[in-house]
């Protein structure tokens, strides 16, 4: 055979045809569901972050209100109104307790010294003076109290600040944490 009769037995190149763009490979579908997770998760963390961030602010706000009213009551009515600020400070800390904590019905159930070293162990106990221990412990229970509220003021901002800050414990409890309660009381 001549090298021309082969050339002529062979036909043209065939071009495959041209790859459309829909329906994706299945590695796009996959990279697709990936990317809509990882778009739900940051939308979740970003949602969880700013509602977080808003309680901090609203419980922040309400002590500043608090502390803003008792500077401001009159000279006759600071005793009730330290009552007051000092009630609504511990309602403030046990509201951001029982939101914060892993286990908040045990956190409801805490009143005095049990309430003290749930405060202590769970924020800055350098902060928390035995006046204002006593204060947030049994004020609500006293007609007159002396008690720099200055220094209640700062105590409850930084506690809520750091509670707000902390990463919840995952599946702890009072019991069977670190913290030695006192059994009277």
């Given at each position: 055979m001549d090298s021309q009769e082969l050339l002529n037995q062979l036909a043209d190149i065939r071009l495959p045809n041209e790859i459309g763009l829909w329906p994706p490979a299945p590695g796009w579908w996959v990279?697709?569901?990936?990317?809509?997770?990882?778009?739900?998760?940051?939308?979740?963390?970003?949602?969880?972050?700013?509602?977080?961030?808003?309680?901090?602010?609203?419980?922040i706000e309400e002590l500043g209100i608090s502390y803003t009213n008792w500077c401001s009551a009159p000279a006759e009515n600071k005793p009730n109104a330290l009552l007051e600020y000092v009630n609504t400070s511990n309602t403030i800390l046990r509201r951001v307790a029982l939101a914060r904590s892993s286990n908040s019905q045990n956190v409801a159930s805490l009143t005095g010294k049990k309430w003290i070293a749930f405060i202590r162990s769970e924020g800055d106990s350098a902060m928390l003076t035995e006046e204002i221990a006593s204060a947030l412990s049994q004020g609500r229970f006293q007609q007159s109290l002396t008690l720099d509220t200055e220094a209640l003021h700062s105590f409850c901002s930084t506690w809520v600040t750091s509670m707000y800050m902390a990463k919840k414990q995952s599946k702890s409890s009072l019991e069977d944490s670190s913290i030695k309660l006192p059994k009277d009381q």
């Open positions: 990279l697709l569901v990936i990317l809509l997770f990882a778009l739900y998760a940051a939308f979740k963390a970003f949602s969880k972050r700013r509602a977080l961030q808003y309680s901090l602010n609203a419980a």
